[in-house]
């Protein structure tokens, strides 16, 4: 039994009463992003009724509150990620500019010809651009470690690729387009244990696992505050403290500077030094609230729901004849990929559209993932803890009426 209803908290997202099609919305397309509960809405609002104002600069009482406020939302995100301090909390875009941040500072500062990076076959392009990138600018070896057919890293054959040249290993804790959980842990530590760094992508745990950042021990770990019920355009970057302080910005201006001179400049230490200009401040602040919601449930619990709602919803889907599953990893969450025979992804994604349910097909950014699966595209179902299982029901019945209609 786990003391959880999904129906109650519903309610407290007013987007989940709209109707698509005259259908009640029901949204399952939480990979992509996840929808909004009234507190986050009602907190920026808040701060642009009573709060507004540029931080950190002027002596006024709302520039007091703005950044009280804006700190707040650091410290709420720190207790959240368990991290040691404040200051290794740097408020970013989201997963994809932290990544592209310590590809362009540390890893453009300390990589050199010849040395390697590994990544692994789930990721998303946002955890394999910035990289690739990086290699061919510099010489840089990028390896991949393989899965297997259920889409599931490989350990043995991650161990073989490590060694005194492995400098970087970059990986997913959850992957958007199988849902497969890694072995975050222990992949860490493998890597650590040949002296690479690791930078862990948080974009599709953060949401659905408790994830504490000295308990995983990566040097670096990226989420978005849009996948975690928040606004979207802010994120976090966690890196170890010292690691940040080692490192040269990754952007420049305002904010972020000691002391200027046109001889010579002094930069701030963490976080500040990668907070170059005015950032998201209304939007931290959201995401300090969408925190509050999600802790106020409790992350476990919400685990432990959606854990029994994805294998609810994956043996009904298991049952329908023409189903193949995209995706089949022992440890997964959210996400149920698959095609369906004798049916394009859009014309199942247009069906359950009519019937309110909100799906996305397409390659979900992977596409190396996918094809490793033996297809280009999916449709990916993906839930979060205000999904019933009426839902799942009525996602079943959708694609049931679709076969029967058809043939
Ligand atoms: N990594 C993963 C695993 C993701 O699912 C996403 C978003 N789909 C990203 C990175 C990028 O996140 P964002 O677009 O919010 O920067």
Known sequence: ?????????????????ETVNG?????????ATTQKP??????????????????????????ARASDAYEAAREKVKVFLNAKSVNEIVFVRGATEGINLVAQSWGDQNLVAG???VVSNLEHHANIV??????????????????????????????????SKTKLVAFTQVSNALGTVTPAKQMVEMAHAVGAKVLLDGAQSVSHMKVDVQYLNADWLVFSGH???????????????DLLNETQPYQSGGNMIQDVTFEEIK????????????????????LGAAIDYVSKIGIEVIGQYEHYLLEY???????????????????????????????????VGQALNKEGVAVRTGHHCAQPILRRMGVETCVRPSLAFYNTTQDVDVFIETLWKLKSGKK
């Open 1 to 17: 039994g786990i003391n959880f209803n999904a129906h109650v908290v519903k309610k407290d997202f007013p987007i989940l009463r």
């Open 23 to 31: 259908k009640p919305l029901i949204w399952f397309d939480n990979a």
């Open 38 to 63: 009234q507190s986050v809405i009602d907190r920026i609002a808040y701060f642009y009724e009573h709060e507004n104002s540029n931080i950190h600069r002027a002596a006024h009482e709302l520039a």
């Open 115 to 117: 040395d390697e990076i």
């Open 130 to 163: 910035p990289w690739k990138r990086l290699a061919d600018k510099k010489g840089l070896k990028l390896r991949v470690i393989p899965v297997d057919d259920s889409g599931q890293i490989l350990l043995d054959e991650y161990a073989k690729l490590l060694n």
């Open 227 to 241: 996948k975690l019920f928040g606004p979207t355009g802010i994120g976090a970057l966690y890196g170890k403290e």
């Open 267 to 286: 930069y701030h230490k963490a976080p500040n030094r990668f907070e170059a200009g005015t950032g998201n401040i209304a939007d931290a602040i959201g």
């Open 313 to 347: 919803a994956t043996n009904l889907l298991k049952q329908i004849p023409g189903v193949r599953l995209i995706g089949t990893a022992a440890h997964k969450a959210s996400v149920l990929s698959f095609n369906l025979q004798g049916f394009t992804n859009d014309e």
